[in-house]
């Protein structure tokens, strides 16, 4: 599934313009489909996943 820009944002909790800024950077792929107003810019799910996992620190385990 591709998410968009707000969609993405709303996953890792912050604003879109910080995904624009991750994905001009080079943080973040994505897929830009031009259109004749303007660009559209789509990320795959299983990459913003991708994402999420390199760059999640684990909670330590607080059982026992």
Known sequence: MMLTTPQAAERLNVHPETIRR???????SAVVFNNASRARIR??????????????????????
């Open 22 to 28: 991750m994905i001009k950077n080079g943080t973040l």
């Open 43 to 64: 990320i795959d799910e299983l990459e913003l996943q991708r994402f999420i996992d390199q760059n999640t620190i684990p909670r330590p385990d607080r059982t026992g």
